[in-house]
Protein backbone atom coordinates (compact mmCIF):
# COMPACT_ATOMS: atom_id res chain seq x y z
CA UNK A 1 0.00 0.00 0.00
CA UNK A 2 2.71 2.49 0.52
CA UNK A 3 4.33 2.68 -2.60
CA UNK A 4 1.08 3.29 -4.30
CA UNK A 5 1.63 6.36 -2.36
CA UNK A 6 4.88 7.24 -3.22
CA UNK A 7 7.15 8.37 -5.76
CA UNK A 8 8.03 5.19 -6.35
CA UNK A 9 3.99 4.29 -8.09
CA UNK A 10 4.97 3.63 -11.61
CA UNK A 11 1.02 4.68 -12.45
CA UNK A 12 1.95 8.45 -11.86
CA UNK A 13 5.22 8.15 -13.91
CA UNK A 14 3.59 9.27 -17.34
CA UNK A 15 1.22 11.93 -15.76
CA UNK A 16 3.97 13.20 -14.02
CA UNK A 17 6.07 14.02 -16.92
CA UNK A 18 2.85 15.77 -18.46
CA UNK A 19 2.54 17.68 -15.48
CA UNK A 20 5.98 19.15 -15.48
CA UNK A 21 5.64 20.42 -18.95
CA UNK A 22 2.42 22.50 -17.55
CA UNK A 23 3.91 23.49 -14.64
CA UNK A 24 6.87 24.85 -17.04
CA UNK A 25 4.66 26.46 -19.21
CA UNK A 26 3.00 28.29 -16.29
CA UNK A 27 6.60 29.43 -15.03
CA UNK A 28 7.58 30.76 -18.84
CA UNK A 29 3.86 32.79 -18.76
CA UNK A 30 4.77 34.28 -15.16
CA UNK A 31 8.28 35.01 -15.73
CA UNK A 32 7.31 36.91 -19.34
CA UNK A 33 5.00 38.68 -17.83
CA UNK A 34 7.36 39.79 -14.64
CA UNK A 35 10.05 40.65 -17.29
CA UNK A 36 12.17 38.24 -15.37
CA UNK A 37 14.56 35.12 -17.12
CA UNK A 38 14.60 33.19 -14.28
CA UNK A 39 12.19 31.66 -11.26
CA UNK A 40 14.09 30.51 -8.14
CA UNK A 41 11.68 28.13 -5.91
CA UNK A 42 12.90 28.11 -2.37
CA UNK A 43 11.66 24.87 -0.73
CA UNK A 44 11.16 27.11 2.75
CA UNK A 45 13.74 26.32 6.20
CA UNK A 46 13.11 24.22 9.60
CA UNK A 47 11.59 26.74 12.07
CA UNK A 48 12.28 26.37 16.09
CA UNK A 49 10.08 27.16 19.01
CA UNK A 50 11.29 29.98 20.81
CA UNK A 51 14.40 29.43 23.07
CA UNK A 52 14.51 25.74 22.13
CA UNK A 53 16.34 24.03 19.66
CA UNK A 54 13.25 21.86 18.76
CA UNK A 55 11.21 22.83 14.76
CA UNK A 56 7.93 22.51 14.13
CA UNK A 57 6.74 20.45 11.55
CA UNK A 58 8.07 21.45 8.29
CA UNK A 59 5.48 22.39 5.96
CA UNK A 60 6.61 22.74 1.97
CA UNK A 61 6.43 26.16 -0.13
CA UNK A 62 3.82 24.72 -2.24
CA UNK A 63 5.23 26.40 -5.04
CA UNK A 64 7.65 24.09 -4.45
CA UNK A 65 5.86 20.94 -4.43
CA UNK A 66 3.92 22.13 -7.54
CA UNK A 67 7.14 20.52 -9.39
CA UNK A 68 8.61 18.04 -7.50
CA UNK A 69 6.80 15.34 -4.68
CA UNK A 70 9.60 16.35 -1.69
CA UNK A 71 7.11 17.56 1.24
CA UNK A 72 10.14 17.01 3.53
CA UNK A 73 13.45 18.64 1.82
CA UNK A 74 14.30 22.33 3.41
CA UNK A 75 16.92 24.25 2.23
CA UNK A 76 16.21 23.06 -1.27
CA UNK A 77 15.67 25.03 -4.65
CA UNK A 78 14.50 24.71 -8.12
CA UNK A 79 15.75 27.08 -10.83
CA UNK A 80 13.43 27.12 -13.77
CA UNK A 81 14.88 29.03 -17.01
CA UNK A 82 12.86 28.43 -19.88
CA UNK A 83 13.80 26.67 -22.52
CA UNK A 84 15.95 24.45 -20.37
CA UNK A 85 15.64 21.70 -17.93
CA UNK A 86 15.26 22.71 -14.54
CA UNK A 87 17.57 23.06 -11.84
CA UNK A 88 16.78 20.92 -8.54
CA UNK A 89 19.25 22.53 -5.66
CA UNK A 90 18.77 18.82 -3.70
CA UNK A 91 20.34 19.77 0.36
CA UNK A 92 21.43 16.53 1.74
CA UNK A 93 22.97 17.38 5.36
CA UNK A 94 25.40 15.16 6.71
CA UNK A 95 24.24 14.56 10.08
CA UNK A 96 24.58 11.65 12.52
CA UNK A 97 21.78 13.30 14.71
CA UNK A 98 18.71 12.52 11.94
CA UNK A 99 17.94 10.39 9.13
CA UNK A 100 18.72 12.58 5.86
CA UNK A 101 17.40 12.51 2.90
CA UNK A 102 18.77 9.29 0.39
CA UNK A 103 19.84 9.65 -2.97
CA UNK A 104 17.32 11.76 -5.36
CA UNK A 105 15.43 8.91 -6.96
CA UNK A 106 11.76 8.17 -7.99
CA UNK A 107 9.84 8.57 -11.09
CA UNK A 108 10.25 12.46 -10.76
CA UNK A 109 14.30 12.72 -10.98
CA UNK A 110 14.91 12.13 -14.39
CA UNK A 111 13.07 15.39 -14.97
CA UNK A 112 15.48 17.43 -13.08
CA UNK A 113 18.98 18.56 -13.37
CA UNK A 114 19.94 17.45 -9.60
CA UNK A 115 22.73 19.50 -7.97
CA UNK A 116 23.12 17.82 -4.41
CA UNK A 117 24.63 19.96 -1.34
CA UNK A 118 25.48 19.53 1.91
CA UNK A 119 25.58 23.24 3.24
CA UNK A 120 22.74 25.14 3.03
CA UNK A 121 25.29 28.70 1.95
CA UNK A 122 26.34 26.40 -1.19
CA UNK A 123 22.90 26.46 -2.78
CA UNK A 124 24.19 29.75 -4.14
CA UNK A 125 26.63 28.38 -6.50
CA UNK A 126 23.55 26.91 -8.29
CA UNK A 127 21.61 29.92 -8.94
CA UNK A 128 21.85 32.04 -11.86
CA UNK A 129 24.60 34.73 -11.72
CA UNK A 130 22.47 37.26 -13.38
CA UNK A 131 20.45 37.74 -9.67
CA UNK A 132 18.60 41.09 -11.15
CA UNK A 133 17.25 38.81 -13.87
CA UNK A 134 15.56 36.81 -11.01
CA UNK A 135 12.35 36.20 -9.48
CA UNK A 136 12.42 34.25 -5.89
CA UNK A 137 9.49 32.65 -4.69
CA UNK A 138 8.78 31.29 -1.27
CA UNK A 139 9.43 32.10 2.53
CA UNK A 140 12.57 34.20 3.81
CA UNK A 141 13.31 34.31 6.73
CA UNK A 142 16.58 35.01 6.67
CA UNK A 143 17.98 37.73 3.90
CA UNK A 144 20.87 35.28 2.90
CA UNK A 145 18.31 33.03 1.96
CA UNK A 146 17.81 35.18 -1.04
CA UNK A 147 21.47 34.78 -2.12
CA UNK A 148 21.14 38.77 -3.34
CA UNK A 149 17.82 38.06 -5.45
CA UNK A 150 15.65 41.33 -4.25
CA UNK A 151 12.49 40.71 -6.10
CA UNK A 152 10.83 37.84 -3.49
CA UNK A 153 7.20 37.14 -4.31
CA UNK A 154 5.97 39.12 -6.90
CA UNK A 155 1.82 39.70 -6.33
CA UNK A 156 1.17 39.58 -9.80
CA UNK A 157 3.61 36.33 -10.49
CA UNK A 158 1.92 34.87 -6.94
CA UNK A 159 -1.78 35.63 -8.60
CA UNK A 160 -0.98 34.15 -12.32
CA UNK A 161 0.28 30.76 -10.38
CA UNK A 162 -2.63 30.89 -7.80
CA UNK A 163 -4.79 30.83 -10.47
CA UNK A 164 -3.67 28.92 -12.34
CA UNK A 165 -2.97 26.31 -9.62
CA UNK A 166 -6.82 26.00 -9.30
CA UNK A 167 -6.93 23.31 -12.28
CA UNK A 168 -6.00 19.94 -11.59
CA UNK A 169 -3.60 18.12 -13.96
CA UNK A 170 -4.13 13.91 -14.63
CA UNK A 171 -1.06 13.69 -12.47
CA UNK A 172 -2.46 16.13 -9.65
CA UNK A 173 -6.04 14.59 -9.90
CA UNK A 174 -4.23 10.96 -9.76
CA UNK A 175 -2.51 12.61 -6.33
CA UNK A 176 -5.90 13.77 -5.02
CA UNK A 177 -7.58 10.06 -6.17
CA UNK A 178 -5.35 8.51 -3.49
CA UNK A 179 -5.29 11.01 -1.03
CA UNK A 180 -9.29 10.11 -0.98
CA UNK A 181 -8.64 6.14 -0.77
CA UNK A 182 -6.04 6.77 1.85
CA UNK A 183 -8.46 8.63 3.72
CA UNK A 184 -11.36 6.60 3.69
CA UNK A 185 -9.23 3.60 4.81
CA UNK A 186 -8.95 5.59 8.00
CA UNK A 187 -12.39 6.93 7.48
CA UNK A 188 -13.53 3.16 8.20
CA UNK A 189 -11.67 2.65 10.91
CA UNK A 190 -12.70 5.54 12.60
CA UNK A 191 -16.19 4.71 12.29
CA UNK A 192 -15.59 1.19 13.65
CA UNK A 193 -13.84 2.70 16.35
CA UNK A 194 -16.75 4.68 17.30
CA UNK A 195 -19.37 1.96 17.37
CA UNK A 196 -16.77 -0.13 19.50
CA UNK A 197 -17.32 2.71 22.26
CA UNK A 198 -13.77 4.43 22.15
CA UNK A 199 -12.48 7.81 23.47
CA UNK A 200 -12.02 10.72 20.78
CA UNK A 201 -8.16 10.29 21.07
CA UNK A 202 -8.41 6.11 20.87
CA UNK A 203 -10.51 6.90 17.39
CA UNK A 204 -8.10 9.26 16.24
CA UNK A 205 -5.13 6.71 17.06
CA UNK A 206 -6.84 4.39 15.00
CA UNK A 207 -7.78 6.90 11.87
CA UNK A 208 -3.74 7.88 12.11
CA UNK A 209 -3.09 3.62 12.02
CA UNK A 210 -4.83 2.94 8.80
CA UNK A 211 -3.90 6.12 6.77
CA UNK A 212 -0.29 4.90 8.24
CA UNK A 213 0.51 8.78 9.05
CA UNK A 214 1.48 10.48 11.55
CA UNK A 215 -0.17 13.71 13.18
CA UNK A 216 2.37 15.74 11.19
CA UNK A 217 1.97 14.28 8.12
CA UNK A 218 -1.96 14.78 8.23
CA UNK A 219 -2.92 17.64 5.97
CA UNK A 220 -4.53 19.36 9.30
CA UNK A 221 -5.53 18.57 12.47
CA UNK A 222 -8.39 15.50 12.70
CA UNK A 223 -11.88 16.72 13.89
CA UNK A 224 -12.91 13.88 16.16
CA UNK A 225 -15.90 14.92 17.70
CA UNK A 226 -18.76 12.84 19.78
CA UNK A 227 -21.90 14.35 21.44
CA UNK A 228 -21.76 18.06 22.02
CA UNK A 229 -18.37 18.37 20.56
CA UNK A 230 -19.74 18.25 16.83
CA UNK A 231 -20.93 21.54 16.97
CA UNK A 232 -17.53 23.24 17.70
CA UNK A 233 -16.57 23.47 13.74
CA UNK A 234 -13.02 22.99 14.39
CA UNK A 235 -12.71 20.89 17.51
CA UNK A 236 -9.46 19.35 18.10
CA UNK A 237 -9.12 18.64 21.90
CA UNK A 238 -9.55 14.94 21.56
CA UNK A 239 -11.24 13.99 24.77
CA UNK A 240 -8.71 10.83 26.27
CA UNK A 241 -11.85 9.62 28.29
CA UNK A 242 -14.55 8.13 26.45
CA UNK A 243 -18.38 9.85 27.46
CA UNK A 244 -20.75 7.60 29.23
CA UNK A 245 -22.84 7.69 26.72
CA UNK A 246 -21.95 8.40 22.92
CA UNK A 247 -24.67 9.39 20.67
CA UNK A 248 -23.13 11.37 17.77
CA UNK A 249 -19.65 10.79 16.18
CA UNK A 250 -18.60 13.96 13.59
CA UNK A 251 -15.44 13.20 11.96
CA UNK A 252 -13.36 15.87 9.61
CA UNK A 253 -10.20 14.21 7.99
CA UNK A 254 -8.08 13.74 5.60
CA UNK A 255 -4.74 11.96 4.27
CA UNK A 256 -1.84 13.70 2.17
CA UNK A 257 0.08 11.76 -1.30
CA UNK A 258 3.13 13.51 -2.78
CA UNK A 259 1.90 16.82 -1.09
CA UNK A 260 -2.01 16.88 -2.50
CA UNK A 261 -4.86 16.85 0.50
CA UNK A 262 -7.97 15.14 1.06
CA UNK A 263 -10.53 16.25 2.96
CA UNK A 264 -13.42 14.44 3.86
CA UNK A 265 -16.57 14.87 6.53
CA UNK A 266 -18.83 11.96 7.66
CA UNK A 267 -21.47 12.11 10.79
CA UNK A 268 -22.56 9.01 12.44
CA UNK A 269 -25.69 8.26 15.26
CA UNK A 270 -25.54 5.97 17.70
CA UNK A 271 -29.00 4.82 17.63
CA UNK A 272 -31.75 4.41 14.98
CA UNK A 273 -34.29 7.82 15.51
CA UNK A 274 -34.18 11.33 14.69
CA UNK A 275 -30.88 12.46 14.72
CA UNK A 276 -29.83 9.22 12.55
CA UNK A 277 -33.23 10.66 9.94
CA UNK A 278 -31.42 14.34 10.24
CA UNK A 279 -28.22 12.68 8.83
CA UNK A 280 -30.11 11.16 6.07
CA UNK A 281 -31.86 14.23 4.97
CA UNK A 282 -28.72 15.93 5.01
CA UNK A 283 -27.31 13.07 3.07
CA UNK A 284 -29.75 13.75 0.46
CA UNK A 285 -29.53 17.98 0.15
CA UNK A 286 -25.07 17.25 0.14
CA UNK A 287 -25.88 14.83 -2.76
CA UNK A 288 -28.50 17.15 -4.30
CA UNK A 289 -25.84 20.14 -4.23
CA UNK A 290 -23.25 18.03 -5.75
CA UNK A 291 -25.45 16.63 -8.66
CA UNK A 292 -25.14 20.88 -9.57
CA UNK A 293 -21.65 21.37 -9.44
CA UNK A 294 -20.44 21.93 -13.66
CA UNK A 295 -18.36 24.35 -14.99
CA UNK A 296 -19.65 27.90 -15.58
CA UNK A 297 -21.44 27.82 -11.77
CA UNK A 298 -21.21 30.47 -10.08
CA UNK A 299 -19.89 29.22 -6.38
CA UNK A 300 -21.87 31.59 -4.80
CA UNK A 301 -24.81 31.01 -6.13
CA UNK A 302 -24.44 27.31 -5.25
CA UNK A 303 -23.38 28.67 -1.60
CA UNK A 304 -26.84 30.48 -1.22
CA UNK A 305 -29.21 27.66 -2.76
CA UNK A 306 -27.85 25.15 -0.34
CA UNK A 307 -28.85 27.67 2.29
CA UNK A 308 -32.72 27.04 0.33
CA UNK A 309 -32.11 23.86 0.45
CA UNK A 310 -30.95 23.88 4.58
CA UNK A 311 -34.52 25.91 5.20
CA UNK A 312 -36.39 23.10 3.62
CA UNK A 313 -34.81 20.55 6.06
CA UNK A 314 -35.16 22.89 8.95
CA UNK A 315 -38.54 23.02 8.50
CA UNK A 316 -39.33 19.04 7.38
CA UNK A 317 -37.21 18.22 11.03
CA UNK A 318 -39.36 20.80 12.92
CA UNK A 319 -36.60 23.36 13.58
CA UNK A 320 -37.89 26.06 12.24
CA UNK A 321 -40.93 26.97 10.18
CA UNK A 322 -41.71 29.28 7.48
CA UNK A 323 -40.48 29.51 3.49
CA UNK A 324 -36.56 28.83 2.48
CA UNK A 325 -36.24 32.51 1.40
CA UNK A 326 -37.90 33.76 4.70
CA UNK A 327 -35.40 31.17 6.74
CA UNK A 328 -32.58 32.98 4.37
CA UNK A 329 -33.23 36.15 4.46
CA UNK A 330 -33.99 36.63 8.63
CA UNK A 331 -30.54 34.35 9.03
CA UNK A 332 -32.20 31.25 10.66
CA UNK A 333 -30.06 29.49 8.25
CA UNK A 334 -27.03 30.82 8.58
CA UNK A 335 -27.10 29.91 12.63
CA UNK A 336 -27.49 26.38 11.50
CA UNK A 337 -25.44 26.51 8.67
CA UNK A 338 -22.44 29.40 9.71
CA UNK A 339 -19.67 28.60 7.59
CA UNK A 340 -19.18 28.10 3.69
CA UNK A 341 -20.11 25.47 1.35
CA UNK A 342 -16.57 24.61 0.69
CA UNK A 343 -13.49 25.41 -0.78
CA UNK A 344 -10.61 25.09 -3.23
CA UNK A 345 -8.43 21.89 -2.06
CA UNK A 346 -5.31 20.71 -4.45
CA UNK A 347 -1.77 21.31 -2.40
CA UNK A 348 -2.97 23.14 0.40
CA UNK A 349 -6.30 22.12 1.96
CA UNK A 350 -7.75 25.35 1.42
CA UNK A 351 -5.89 25.92 -1.67
CA UNK A 352 -4.94 29.59 -2.72
CA UNK A 353 -7.16 32.25 -5.09
CA UNK A 354 -10.69 31.27 -3.71
CA UNK A 355 -11.50 34.75 -4.05
CA UNK A 356 -9.29 35.99 -6.88
CA UNK A 357 -10.75 37.17 -10.06
CA UNK A 358 -7.68 37.74 -12.58
CA UNK A 359 -4.22 38.54 -11.97
CA UNK A 360 -4.00 42.09 -10.98
CA UNK A 361 -5.73 40.79 -8.06
CA UNK A 362 -9.33 41.55 -8.01
CA UNK A 363 -11.17 40.11 -5.41
CA UNK A 364 -14.79 38.59 -5.88
CA UNK A 365 -16.24 39.11 -2.78
CA UNK A 366 -18.57 36.52 -0.60
CA UNK A 367 -22.52 37.03 -0.59
CA UNK A 368 -23.50 39.53 2.12
CA UNK A 369 -24.40 37.78 5.25
CA UNK A 370 -21.74 34.73 4.35
CA UNK A 371 -18.07 35.75 5.43
CA UNK A 372 -16.81 33.05 5.58
CA UNK A 373 -17.40 31.35 1.98
CA UNK A 374 -14.15 30.58 1.11
CA UNK A 375 -14.88 30.03 -2.71
CA UNK A 376 -16.50 32.62 -4.75
CA UNK A 377 -15.30 31.98 -8.11
CA UNK A 378 -17.12 30.39 -11.43
CA UNK A 379 -16.16 26.62 -11.39
CA UNK A 380 -13.28 25.62 -14.21
CA UNK A 381 -13.47 22.53 -15.48
CA UNK A 382 -11.06 20.15 -13.62
CA UNK A 383 -10.62 22.41 -10.24
CA UNK A 384 -11.32 19.87 -7.11
CA UNK A 385 -13.62 21.44 -4.27
CA UNK A 386 -15.03 20.40 -0.86
CA UNK A 387 -18.89 20.50 -0.80
CA UNK A 388 -19.13 20.42 2.84
CA UNK A 389 -23.22 21.66 4.00
CA UNK A 390 -23.25 21.50 7.60
CA UNK A 391 -26.28 21.77 10.31
CA UNK A 392 -25.21 22.35 14.20
CA UNK A 393 -26.64 23.72 17.33
CA UNK A 394 -24.42 26.33 17.63
CA UNK A 395 -25.63 28.31 21.05
CA UNK A 396 -23.67 31.42 20.22
CA UNK A 397 -25.08 32.13 17.08
CA UNK A 398 -28.73 30.89 17.83
CA UNK A 399 -28.60 33.09 21.16
CA UNK A 400 -28.31 35.92 18.22
CA UNK A 401 -31.50 35.10 16.76
CA UNK A 402 -33.12 36.41 20.32
CA UNK A 403 -34.96 39.41 20.02
CA UNK A 404 -35.35 39.65 15.97
CA UNK A 405 -37.88 38.48 13.52
CA UNK A 406 -36.21 34.94 13.28
CA UNK A 407 -36.95 34.28 16.80
CA UNK A 408 -40.61 33.00 16.27
CA UNK A 409 -39.28 31.04 13.38
CA UNK A 410 -36.79 28.86 15.26
CA UNK A 411 -38.77 25.69 17.51
CA UNK A 412 -36.84 26.26 20.62
CA UNK A 413 -37.92 22.39 21.87
CA UNK A 414 -36.75 20.33 18.79
CA UNK A 415 -33.57 22.69 19.17
CA UNK A 416 -33.12 21.80 22.76
CA UNK A 417 -33.65 18.24 21.45
CA UNK A 418 -30.96 18.46 19.20
CA UNK A 419 -28.23 19.98 20.98
CA UNK A 420 -27.21 16.62 22.47
CA UNK A 421 -25.86 15.37 19.18
CA UNK A 422 -23.99 18.64 18.33
CA UNK A 423 -24.33 18.84 14.66
CA UNK A 424 -24.00 16.95 11.30
CA UNK A 425 -21.76 17.54 8.52
CA UNK A 426 -21.20 15.89 5.32
CA UNK A 427 -18.18 16.59 3.11
CA UNK A 428 -16.86 15.53 -0.57
CA UNK A 429 -13.94 16.59 -2.54
CA UNK A 430 -15.43 16.60 -6.23
CA UNK A 431 -14.01 17.31 -9.53
CA UNK A 432 -15.36 19.75 -11.48
CA UNK A 433 -16.30 18.22 -15.60
CA UNK A 434 -17.65 20.36 -18.06
CA UNK A 435 -21.08 18.84 -17.84
CA UNK A 436 -20.96 17.82 -14.06
CA UNK A 437 -18.57 16.02 -11.42
CA UNK A 438 -16.59 13.19 -10.62
CA UNK A 439 -16.53 12.35 -6.96
CA UNK A 440 -13.46 11.56 -5.61
CA UNK A 441 -14.51 10.64 -1.80
CA UNK A 442 -17.69 8.38 -3.22
CA UNK A 443 -15.47 6.99 -5.23
CA UNK A 444 -13.05 6.22 -3.07
CA UNK A 445 -15.67 4.04 -0.70
CA UNK A 446 -17.06 2.54 -3.60
CA UNK A 447 -13.49 1.07 -4.46
CA UNK A 448 -13.26 0.07 -0.31
CA UNK A 449 -16.90 -1.49 -0.50
CA UNK A 450 -17.60 0.77 2.16
CA UNK A 451 -20.66 2.90 2.46
CA UNK A 452 -20.28 6.69 1.99
Not at 229 to 257: K, N
Request: proline share 6%.
Amino acid sequence: MQEEYSDRNPALAAPYAAHVATVSARFDAALERAGAAHAVIFSGAAHYAFLDDRPYPFAANPHFLSWVPLTAMPSSYIVHTPGETPVLVYYQPKDYWHVVPGAPDGFWAEHFDIRVIHDPDDAGRHLPESRDKCILLGEITDPDQAFGIERVNPQTTLNLLHLDRGRKTAYELECMRLASRRAVAGHRAARDAFEQGLSEFAIHQRYCAAVAQTDNELPYGNIIALNEHGAVLHYTDLDRERPAVARSFLIDAGAEVLGYASDVTRTYAADAGPFRDLIGRMEELQLAVVGRVRAGVDFRDLHIETHRLLGGVLTDAGLASGDADTLLATGVTSAFFPHGLGHLIGLQVHDVAGHLSDVSGTRIDPPSGHPFLRLTRVLEEDMVVTIEPGLYIIDLLLENLRGTPAENLVHWDEVERLRPFGGIRIEDDVRVLANGAENLTRDAFALSSGNA
